[in-house]
């Protein structure tokens, strides 16, 4: 069973894969539950094999222990990290990021784009200058190390790198410490020296490492790596010089004068640090500090206590962590040295740290806000199932309701059905006697239309004799001497004659045409012209040809014409009978022999055609 209070730490190292599990105790302290350590040999040293064997020996140490927490913290190997100090000048705070930014183009081997990167503003010295710590790792590197991770089981937090995890190990647990303090690390390929002075820290990583004994050993014994790291482990030890007693062990004698030469020249590098750092302002070491792998071969502390001349002593990153009381302490204490970044690491989960930086990969983080919206995924995607399945069954229950309300409305329209044809038959019979009913309706209107339509004409003849009358000063008379209702076909009764021409040359009816816009004529026009607007149909009687005769006014000459325009006028505008476009004269004006009365005929289109 999984305890969410426990994390795991893990430290890929070159040739060792460490790893612990914590818990926060009730002080707010690191408790130490379980931990682990096992080697990777020369594979874990190499490119190529390196990732498989990781995973190997990850997995291995998961199977031999039961971890309660999947949560781990990793540490990245030295030899694959880059870190430098780098000073800036004192600017606002605003704009340190970019300027670092820069420095970090500047500074890192390789392209940014390639590469995951953090910094740290470790403080400031007398000059005000901002001292940070700028650390780097290629992004292919900490992605196969996130794999690493996911492949077993595990969900990777944070990535941190080895100097500042020793850092924040280290001042968790010698805090107290006054004036300089060095640590060294020594690794199998790389070693880390840290300073301490004052609440700064410095550090540099050296690229010497146990590894190069192993290497050096192995080539002259003629023997392959990994024969040549057991008998290094189980019988070697750091020469003290031409004082001491060669041993008669050849193997013995050949490591440990290897050893001497590895660890000069990293006493070499360490004292050029030395001088580098007290050129930046530092003070002289004043004790030193054995952490690593390699730290525990014989004699290690007192080559460097020589070469130094300072009190060498081991560092112990459990010295303020509590341990559980299940632990073997002996066994552990074989290890502990090398445990120094795991605790680094283990400490990033309490408070605050001197120094936080996370080199998470994109990928990572990217899976790890997935999966922290997966809940949120999964709710919608369930509650969108719900719905669909709400939906589903709302509409299954309404189509069977449906279904049932059809059948019981079929059972209802079935026997009406049968009815259907006869009611049919009825409404025909019904609609055609409507249709009668209204035709006949109509006729009887129509059998008064006429009489309306001549009174209507009378009182317009009334009207243009009194006015021409006063017009013309003399004494005017108008009526109607025939009237025949006209078809598209000709007159409507047997025997009515027409004398007007349709068009002239002709005694036939005009075809129907699109009415035209009637002007107001200064002569007679012909009769084809006003015929041309009748839109009634052959069984509709669509306009009238009236011919009147009139008193023949022999002064002035156009009397005549003034009476029969004002007559053509007066019935054009007459609209509730004549379409006021479809009505003017026709044929010609003729007076009579005797010369007392003249004639004239008028073609006028109803507005509203009448059938019969």
Not at 152 to 166: F, N, Y
Not at 295 to 323: G, H, S, W
Request: glycine share 8%; hydrophobic share 40%.
């Amino acid at each position: 069973m999984l305890n969410s209070k426990s994390f795991l730490a893990v430290d890929f190292g070159a040739a060792n894969l460490k790893l612990a599990e914590f818990e926060i105790n009730e002080a707010g302290g690191l408790l130490l539950k379980q931990y682990g350590l096992r080697s990777m040999g020369q594979e874990g040293a190499q490119e190529a094999t390196r990732e498989s064997a990781v995973l190997s020996a990850l997995q291995g140490m998961l199977a031999e222990h039961s971890y309660g927490s999947k949560s781990v913290n990793i540490c990245a190997p030295g030899f694959h990290t880059f870190s430098k100090f780098v000073k800036l000048p004192p600017v606002d705070t605003s704009k340190v990021t970019q300027i670092i930014q820069y420095e970090a183009q500047q500074n890192v081997p390789f392209p940014l784009e390639e590469v995951v990167w953090d910094y740290q503003i470790l403080g400031s010295n007398a000059s005000g200058e901002l001292e940070v710590l700028l650390v780097a790792i290629k992004s292919d590197i900490v992605e196969g190390l996130s794999k690493v991770c996911d492949s077993a089981g595990l969900r990777l937090q944070l990535v941190d790198v080895s100097p500042a995890a020793l850092c924040n190990a280290f001042r968790y647990n010698y805090g107290d410490l006054e004036g300089c303090t060095m640590l060294l690390d020594i690794g199998a390929k790389t070693s880390n020296l840290l300073f301490f002075e004052k609440g700064n820290m410095f550090s540099r990583s050296i690229n010497i490492g146990a590894n190069a004994i192993t290497q050096d050993f192995a080539k002259e014994a003629g023997l392959n790596f990994t024969e040549a790291e057991k008998l290094k482990i189980e019988e070697g030890f750091v020469s003290l010089g031409g004082a001491y007693e060669e041993p008669e062990n050849p193997n013995q004698a050949a490591i440990s004068k290897i050893a001497r030469q590895v660890m000069t020249r990293l006493h070499i590098q360490v004292n050029q640090t030395i001088q580098f750092y007290r050129q930046q302002g530092g003070t002289s070491p004043q004790q030193l500090f054995l952490s690593g792998g390699a730290a525990i071969m014989p004699y290690t502390a007192q080559f460097f206590a020589e070469k130094l001349n300072l009190p060498v002593d081991y560092f112990n990153p459990l010295r303020n962590v509590q341990l559980d009381l299940g632990l073997n302490i002996e066994e552990l204490q074989k290890v502990a040295h090398s445990f120094g970044e795991v605790v680094g690491l283990g400490l990033r989960n309490l408070a605050h740290c001197p120094v936080e930086m996370n080199l998470m990969p994109r990928s990572s983080i990217q899976r790890q806000q997935l999966k922290q919206k997966q809940p949120y995924l999964l709710a919608a995607a369930c509650c969108l199932v719900m719905i669909l399945y709400a939906f589903g069954w709302f509409y299954g229950k309404v189509a069977d309701d449906k279904s049932v309300a059809l059948e019981q409305l079929k059972a209802k329209v079935d026997p009406l059905k049968r009815n259907e044809q006869p009611l049919q038959s009825e409404l025909s019979a019904l609609t055609k006697a409507q249709t009668e009913l209204q035709s006949f309706s109509g006729l009887v209107q129509d059998r008064i239309y006429w009489g309306r339509l001549l009174s209507g004409l009378r009182d317009l003849l009334i009207s243009v004799e009194g006015q021409q009358e006063e017009a013309l000063k003399t004494k005017v008379g108008v009526w109607v001497e025939r009237f025949t209702p006209m078809t598209l076909a000709g007159p409507v009764f047997p025997g009515s004659k027409v004398d007007v021409q349709w068009p002239p040359g002709t005694n036939s009816a005009p075809a129907a045409a699109a009415p035209t816009k009637r002007k107001r004529p200064e002569k007679n026009t012909s009769a084809a012209a006003a015929a041309t607007t009748a839109q009634a149909g052959e069984n509709e009687i669509g306009y009238v040809v009236i011919d009147y005769r009139g008193v023949n006014i022999a002064t002035p000459p156009s009397a005549n014409t003034a009476v029969a325009a004002a007559v053509r006028d007066e019935m054009a505008k007459a609209t509730n009978y004549f379409d006021a476009d479809g009505t003017t004269l026709a044929g010609t004006l003729v007076p009579d022999g005797n010369g007392l009365t003249f004639k004239f005929s008028v073609i006028a289109k109803l507005k509203t055609p009448i059938k019969y």
